[in-house]
């Protein structure tokens, strides 16, 4: 018996030993393909290296090391992957069926949600937004005046925390409408009220830790806010109508925000002077929609990134974040390749679905382009894919192929593709 355990013991401690060996290093070479690094031109056959997930280098004639492994995209473009700005994807699977959607709490004050932690990783949307080329998304939650911190996740993963990529991001903040020709309003007077507390509760926390007085009772919704009253994460304000987005701005510098990001509608591009001029960044929330006045255009939506663009407003297009959006956010990139139609320039409009968003949210040193250092997240296309006709061959997060067939759009696709060759 004593001889038996000895061995298993021995056993288990060689089996540790063996796995504590870190692997050695894998270096991947993708050749042949046009590298669109979005910082930069261009670069016609070019090569990427990559080691443990990030980008080592990328050039035109770079000297490729004999253990490298070898990927040939003649005739392909290789892009970074594009990144969602703010979406609910993970948070809800079917919006009619309650039991797949937790976007929200109960309440108007939600300040200790954390996003990332109500992900589902087995979502059946995330491999289909992935086969769309939307690598790395934003995830926000919903609900409420003060509604939590969102987080930056890529969509691949065995589990919310092996997808997080930075959490907390951004505290989020719904504008009430009313506040707009209210001084009382009594949403704005909750939210102001909330800050307060959170600013007296951290004080006396601060105080205590000191030894200069009690404890305050703990509270959860108090503590969360702390973050952004430090200026540690930035304020990310919703609101819809331009009066009210210029409400929200000044009730923002009036409280002493300085990390501030406008997540807007279309009407955004009527206070485009006063965000250039105040350097405030923009979530531009979905170019395909109506406009709202009888007196606008019909494209007033669509024009809305060009306006933003000319005025020198920092921006990122995305889709409305929630609803039915969830399901169509693989067409992200078509918004952007609309708004070119309507005036936006072709380069403008690939930087705000990739390096734009990742720079407005505080990772524009990990995602957004093609560069070393920079996380290994990009896909190889058959051409620009702003255009819809363009098609997706290969993926990469974090250095890793992604096995688009996971995809059920695709499997379909082929299923059926195959069955019409049979039949001819």
């Known amino acids: 018996m004593i001889t038996e355990f000895l061995s298993k013991t021995l056993a288990a401690a060689l089996l540790g030993a063996l796995l504590a060996v870190p692997a050695a290093a894998e270096l991947t070479a993708l050749t042949g393909a046009t590298v669109h690094p979005v910082s ?6 070019g090569v990427v290296l990559i080691e443990n997930g990030r980008i080592q280098a990328v050039g ?3 000297d490729i090391p004999d253990e490298a492994r070898r990927i040939d995209l003649d005739g392909l473009h290789l892009y970074p992957g594009f990144v969602h700005p703010g979406t609910q994807l993970g948070l809800t699977e079917i919006s009619s069926v309650a039991g797949t959607v937790d976007t929200a709490e109960m309440g108007n004050i939600n300040a200790a949600v954390r996003a990332e932690v109500a992900v589902n990783h087995d979502s059946e949307l995330l491999p289909t937004t992935i086969a769309g080329g939307v690598l790395n998304a934003h995830i926000v939650p ?3 005046l003060i509604r939590g911190h969102s987080a930056m996740m890529r969509l691949d993963g065995w589990s919310w925390e092996e997808m997080v990529l ?5 505290m989020h903040i719904a504008f009430p409408p009313g506040a707009v020709e209210d001084e009382d309003n009594e949403d704005l007077r909750l939210i102001e009220r909330t800050l307060d507390q959170a600013r007296h509760w951290h004080q006396a926390r601060a105080a205590a830790e000191a030894g200069n007085g009690a404890r305050p009772a703990r509270n959860d ?3 969360a806010l702390g973050a952004l009253l430090a200026g540690e994460v930035i304020l990310v304000l919703h609101a819809n109508r331009h009066d009210v987005m210029t409400a929200a701005l000044d009730w923002a510098q009036s409280q002493g925000f300085e990390r501030l990001v406008l997540s807007a509608n279309a009407d955004v591009q009527y206070i485009a002077e006063r965000l250039a001029a105040d350097d405030i960044p923009v979530i531009l929330r979905s170019v395909y929609a109506l406009p709202t006045r009888r007196w606008e255009a019909y494209d007033m939506a669509y024009v809305a990134p060009a306006r933003l663009h000319q005025a020198g407003v920092r921006f990122a297009i995305s889709d409305s974040g929630g609803g039915m959006e969830v399901a169509n956010a693989r067409n992200l990139p078509f918004q952007a390749g609309s708004a070119i139609a309507h005036g936006l320039p072709a380069d403008a409009a690939l930087k705000s679905v990739t390096l734009w968003p990742a720079e407005i949210l505080g990772l524009g040193d990990q995602l957004g382009s093609i560069a070393a250092g920079k996380r290994a997240s990009l896909f190889a296309a058959t051409g620009d894919p702003l255009e819809p006709m363009s098609r997706i061959e290969r993926v ?3 250095g890793q192929e992604y096995d688009l067939n996971r995809d059920r759009g695709r499997r379909l696709y082929e299923r059926y593709r195959d069955r019409n060759r049979a039949v001819r």
């Open 60 to 62: 035109a004639d770079l």
């Open 221 to 223: 919704q108090l503590e």
């Open 166 to 170: 930075a959490a907390p991001v951004a």
């Open 396 to 398: 990469w997060i974090d």
């Open 142 to 144: 919903g609900g409420g």
């Open 40 to 45: 930069g031109s261009p670069i016609e056959n």
